[in-house]
């Protein structure tokens, strides 16, 4: 059931929170948490970028959307990302997505819980910001190396 703004309600669904990322820092994030058995169900979130794609809102743009534990949009502050309030999780296999037009990435029957605990997305979310600056400076000096 479609509850506005392409925000599904899941029948009987649990609210969770969603934490947006840009998409080369949540595939980065993805990849630390598997190794770590720590994600939850993880969207694409390709296309409808919000309109001055900052992250916030519920247009994505080019990033990746973590389900994480209600309650979470209240306290999360961390810079290049948003998280916000969508009614509903998926509750099973044949279940679409919570966003309207989103597809899975990580669907839930991947995932190693029903969301990805917070503290664990936000060292992740760090520990693949530090990579990515990491991979940026070691193309620049080989760039200048040439």
Same mark, same amino acid.
């Given at each position: 059931?479609? /509850?506005?703004?392409?925000? !599904? =309600?899941?029948?009987?669904?649990?609210?969770? %929170?969603?934490? =947006?990322?840009?998409?080369?820092?949540?595939?980065?994030?993805?990849?630390? #948490? !598997?190794?770590?058995?720590?994600? @939850?169900?993880?969207?694409?979130?390709? @296309?409808?970028?919000?309109?001055?794609?900052?992250? /916030?809102?519920?247009?994505?743009?080019?990033? #990746?959307?973590?389900?994480?534990?209600?309650? =979470?949009?209240?306290?999360?502050?961390?810079? @290049?990302?948003?998280? =916000?309030?969508? &009614?509903?999780? &998926?509750?099973?296999?044949?279940?679409? &997505?919570?966003?309207?037009? !989103?597809?899975?990435?990580? &669907?839930?029957?991947?995932?190693?819980?029903?969301?990805?605990?917070?503290?664990?997305?936000?060292?992740?979310?760090?520990?693949? /910001?530090?990579?990515?600056?990491?991979?940026? !400076?070691?193309?620049?000096?080989? /760039? %200048?190396?040439?």
């Amino acid at each position: 059931m479609d /509850a506005g703004l392409g925000v !599904r =309600t899941v029948s009987g669904g649990v609210p969770c %929170d969603l934490v =947006t990322v840009p998409a080369r820092q949540g595939l980065e994030a993805v990849d630390i #948490l !598997r190794l770590r058995d720590g994600l @939850g169900p993880v969207l694409l979130c390709d @296309g409808d970028a919000d309109e001055n794609d900052d992250g /916030a809102g519920d247009g994505c743009g080019d990033r #990746l959307g973590f389900l994480v534990p209600p309650g =979470t949009a209240a306290c999360w502050d961390l810079p @290049g990302s948003a998280c =916000t309030q969508t &009614p509903g999780r &998926p509750r099973t296999v044949a279940q679409e &997505p919570p966003l309207a037009g !989103r597809d899975w990435l990580v &669907p839930p029957e991947w995932a190693y819980g029903v969301a990805t605990d917070a503290s664990l997305l936000r060292a992740a979310l760090g520990e693949a /910001a530090r990579t990515i600056a990491a991979a940026g !400076r070691s193309e620049s000096a080989d /760039a %200048d190396g040439d």
